[in-house]
C-alpha cells in the first residue's frame, strides 16, 4: 500500500483494486464514462487519492465505492478488498437489481443439441417475419 498523502492515475487503480482485469480496459471504461470520480465524469490519467468517491458501472451492475488505501501493484483478491469499501445503498441497490433479473434469465434455458434443418428452418421463419 501506498502512504496516506500519495495517489495513483484512476485507470491504474481500478486494475489493481481488480474491478478490470486489465489498464486497456480501465481505460476504456474511463473513456465511455462507465467511471465517475466524486460525481464528476474523469479521464484515466487523473489522480485517486483516499476518500474519492467512485461511481463503476460493469454490464448492469453499478458500484458506489469509496478509495481506501491507493495502490500500483495489483495484488491477490483480499489485498484488493482492502483498497476500497462498497457503500451500502451500492449493496442494496446491486442486490435488489440481481433478483429482478434472476427470474428473467430463468425463461431462458440452453437447448438439448443442435436445432436440426425443420428447427432452423422455423427459426429463420421467426427472424423474417
Known amino acids: 500500500m501506498a502512504e496516506a498523502d500519495a495517489s495513483v492515475r484512476l485507470d491504474r487503480w481500478l486494475w489493481a483494486a481488480r474491478f478490470f482485469k486489465s489498464r486497456a480496459q480501465a481505460k476504456k471504461a474511463v473513456e465511455a464514462g462507465h467511471v465517475e470520480l466524486n460525481g464528476r465524469r474523469a479521464k484515466p490519467a487523473k489522480e485517486v487519492v483516499p476518500g ?3 461511481s463503476i ?8 465505492v469509496v478509495v481506501q488505501a ?8 483480499t489485498f484488493a ?3 476500497y469499501e462498497e457503500t ?10 440481481a433478483t429482478t433479473r434472476r ?10 443439441r ?3 434443418r425443420r428447427a432452423r ?8 417475419g
Open 57 to 64: 458501472r460493469r454490464g448492469f451492475a453499478k458500484s458506489l
Open 81 to 83: 478488498q482492502t483498497l
Open 103 to 112: 427470474p428473467q434469465r430463468a425463461g431462458l434455458a440452453m437447448p438439448d
Open 70 to 77: 491507493v495502490a500500483e501493484q495489483r495484488r491477490n483478491a
Open 88 to 97: 451500502e445503498e451500492s449493496i442494496r441497490a446491486r442486490e435488489a437489481e
Open 52 to 54: 474519492d468517491a467512485l
Open 121 to 128: 428452418q422455423a427459426i429463420k421463419k421467426l427472424k423474417n
Open 114 to 116: 443442435k436445432p436440426d
